[in-house]
């Protein structure tokens, strides 16, 4: 089967790379930065309407590097890979694969037009599937755009939409805004990854927030008849979770951060929308550990 390719999220209502892209302004004409990340979240008891199909449980892991090139004082762009990958302990009946993965390029670009104003345009052209049987129908192109307006060196607007055909959710607008009222306090309240955090000195901080991890992938052609559905061959999935936690991050230095947290997942659910069923599971609790840095 042949499809327009999908647009699909970075996980969630703006593309995360395109908020960093405009909250970093102006830097040095070259700079890298890299992230790892690994979380699991417990099983749970998971439905497809009121029938209970059993328990299931879900690991995630994904790697990130970016390059960032600052062209002029008002525009900069940055070059990078991205690798996701979901794997499930599968209930008996729960008809989807048991890891969902992703491999892209990311592209972004930040363009500061006014003496308050920056927008920040990015893409991530990439396979996006089970990576069972790979076909067109599994390259997507996720498009965030962002646009932010300073309105004092302590308070930072930002407004945008992500785009992505084949969604539950195809185009998603959201307003977010970061506060920085001190050194000691961060309050940013960005979708995906909602945050207020303390830092107790240039190294050691706590944070709570919440987060909307997932994405949106395409199954292989022969995936329904494989499971005793043939109408899923090919379909688009969406996985979604909501999460709400806190954590600990501590700096070694600017190459070297680490972040633990825990919290709840909140909601976890499948999504076939083009045949309009979904799969909801309980919540449960997860844990995440993240390095990251840059240069």
Do not use: H
């Amino acid at each position: 089967m042949n499809r327009v390719p999908q647009q699909l999220l970075c996980a969630s209502v703006l593309s995360t790379l395109a908020f960093e892209a405009v909250a970093e302004g102006p830097g040095s004409t070259y700079g890298g930065a890299y992230s790892a990340r690994f979380s699991y979240s417990a099983p749970a008891d998971i439905s497809r309407g009121t029938a209970n199909l059993g328990e299931m449980d879900a690991v995630e892991f994904s790697l990130r590097y970016s390059a960032r090139f600052q062209v002029s004082e008002s525009y900069s762009y940055s070059i990078g890979l991205d690798y996701e990958r979901w794997g499930f302990g599968l209930a008996p009946g729960l008809q989807v694969p048991n890891t969902l993965q992703g491999v892209s390029l990311v592209f972004g670009n930040r363009w500061k037009f006014a003496d308050k104003w920056a927008v920040a345009v990015s893409a991530r052209p990439g396979l996006y599937s089970d990576f069972d049987e790979i076909t067109g129908d599994d390259v997507s192109v996720p498009v965030s755009v962002v646009f932010s307006y300073d309105v004092n060196p302590k308070l930072q607007l930002m407004f945008g939409a992500n785009f992505q055909s084949g969604r539950d959710i195809p185009v998603l607008p959201a307003i977010g805004a970061v506060w920085k009222p001190d050194d000691k306090w961060n309050v940013s309240l960005i979708l995906p990854r909602p945050s207020v955090t303390y830092a107790f000195d240039d190294k050691l901080s706590v944070f709570v927030g919440g987060e909307l991890t997932g994405g949106a992938y395409t199954v292989g052609d022969n995936f329904g008849t494989r499971v005793g559905d043939p109408s899923l061959n090919g379909e688009r999935l969406t996985y979604r979770e909501i999460r709400a936690g806190g954590g600990v991050r501590y700096d070694f230095s600017k190459a070297l951060r680490l972040e633990v947290e825990g919290g709840w997942v909140i909601d976890r659910r499948f999504v076939y929308d083009d045949r309009k069923l979904q799969f909801n599971g309980d919540g449960a609790p997860y844990v995440r550990l993240g390095l990251s840095g840059s240069y």
